[in-house]
């Protein structure tokens, strides 16, 4: 069960770094292009 957990957790990590990464594309994106 612990295993499990470890592994979720590592999920949820990468989930968050990937969204994470894409906000700040998007705002980097945004930025741009208001210019």
């Known amino acids: ?3 499990f ?3 979720w957790k ?3 990590k ?3 770094m990937v969204i994470g990464l ?3 594309v ?3 994106i ?3 292009m208001s210019r």
């Open 5 to 7: 957990w470890k592994k």
């Open 14 to 16: 990468d989930i968050v």
């Open 26 to 28: 998007g705002y980097m």
């Open 30 to 32: 945004l930025e741009v």
């Open 22 to 24: 894409q906000l700040f």
């Open 10 to 12: 590592e999920t949820i």
């Open 1 to 3: 069960m612990k295993k």
